[in-house]
């Protein structure tokens, strides 16, 4: 397949300093590649609520980010606690963040949420204690509404 | 309406980028929760927030603001400072609750 652009960012749990850190730095590389508008709003808050989810919840994460010619192919891999009951966690206003992490104006349930919102096509594999993985799809071509 | 004219009718106070008041404001948001304001907010909103610390530079920036206004006395940090400024993200402070702010802004908007 011919790809456009490949790349991957590395995530490190924990650590709030440079939160949004690689979302600016993927954001900036989907401008130069001229990704309209829309679709870089939606593909900006995906890749920053994945970062922040692993900022918060994981060990660690890898954010992978392949463009085509009509897709943007996200995916998220992290190692860490998992999510226990995925339908539960989808649930506006659920979170399991910390005091510290609520403080912060995180945590308010809304990141998986925000996710599939901005997604075209999204699946989650968790294993509790292992990690857990999305994979996202965002097609170029803009949606009705 | 440019920042530079919020700056004078509200008299904030600009912590970060006095070179960057040219702005235009499109509209404003209001919002302490990240996740919110990311999903919500507008390219070319002011938003105006009670969160002070770093990450909220990400969000604006993310979003493409035109400048956060910490309402009620929130002093930005000095990392929060140097990622504003970093990101060209113009910060500005002031005592008004974030309703003050946002109704003066409004009023403002609907008066041009």
Same mark, same amino acid.
């Given at each position: 397949?011919?790809?456009?652009?490949?790349?991957?960012?590395?995530?490190?749990?924990?650590?709030?300093?440079?939160?949004?850190?690689?979302?600016?730095?993927?954001?900036?590389?989907?401008?130069?590649?001229?990704?309209?508008?829309?679709?870089?709003?939606?593909?900006?808050?995906?890749?920053?609520?994945?970062? /922040? +989810? #692993?900022?918060?919840?994981? %060990?660690?994460?890898? !954010?992978?980010?392949? =463009?085509?010619?009509?897709?943007? *192919?996200?995916?998220?891999?992290?190692?860490?606690?998992?999510?226990?009951?995925?339908?539960?966690?989808?649930?506006?206003?659920?979170?399991?963040?910390?005091?510290?992490?609520?403080?912060?104006?995180?945590?308010?349930?809304?990141?998986? /949420? +925000? #996710?599939?919102?901005?997604? %075209?096509?999204?699946? !989650?594999?968790?294993? =509790?204690?292992?990690?857990?993985? *999305?994979?996202?799809?965002?097609?170029?071509?803009?949606?009705?509404? | 309406?440019?920042?530079?004219?919020?700056?004078?009718?509200?008299?904030?106070?600009?912590?970060?980028?006095?070179?960057?008041?040219?702005?235009?404001?499109?509209?404003?948001?209001?919002?302490?929760?990240?996740?919110?304001?990311?999903?919500?907010?507008?390219?070319?909103?002011?938003?105006?927030?009670?969160?002070?610390?770093?990450?909220?530079?990400?969000?604006?920036?993310?979003?493409?603001?035109?400048?956060?206004?910490?309402?009620?006395?929130?002093?930005?940090?000095?990392?929060?400072?140097?990622?504003?400024?970093?990101?060209?993200?113009?910060?500005?402070?002031?005592?008004?609750?974030?309703?003050?702010?946002?109704?003066?802004?409004?009023?403002?908007?609907?008066?041009?």
């Amino acid at each position: 397949m011919d790809w456009a652009y490949q790349s991957s960012f590395s995530i490190e749990g924990g650590n709030f300093e440079n939160a949004g850190k690689a979302s600016i730095e993927i954001k900036k590389i989907l401008k130069n590649l001229k990704i309209s508008d829309e679709i870089l709003r939606r593909t900006a808050i995906v890749v920053y609520e994945s970062e /922040l +989810n #692993i900022i918060s919840y994981a %060990d660690q994460g890898v !954010i992978n980010l392949s =463009v085509t010619g009509d897709k943007i *192919l996200i995916s998220v891999d992290d190692v860490g606690p998992g999510i226990e009951d995925i339908e539960l966690a989808m649930q506006e206003g659920y979170s399991t963040a910390t005091d510290r992490i609520r403080e912060m104006g995180f945590g308010a349930g809304m990141g998986l /949420l +925000n #996710i599939k919102n901005c997604s %075209d096509e999204l699946q !989650i594999f968790s294993e =509790v204690n292992k990690g857990t993985h *999305l994979s996202i799809i965002i097609n170029r071509m803009e949606r009705e509404s | 309406m440019n920042l530079a004219f919020l700056v004078d009718k509200l008299e904030l106070r600009t912590a970060c980028c006095e070179n960057r008041l040219a702005r235009e404001v499109q509209g404003g948001y209001v919002g302490d929760l990240l996740s919110d304001v990311i999903a919500n907010s507008k390219q070319g909103d002011v938003w105006i927030t009670r969160q002070s610390h770093q990450n909220i530079v990400a969000v604006a920036a993310l979003r493409e603001h035109a400048g956060i206004i910490l309402a009620l006395g929130a002093e930005p940090g000095a990392d929060t400072l140097n990622k504003a400024d970093r990101e060209g993200i113009p910060v500005f402070t002031t005592g008004l609750s974030s309703f003050a702010v946002a109704g003066m802004i409004y009023s403002l908007m609907n008066t041009q």
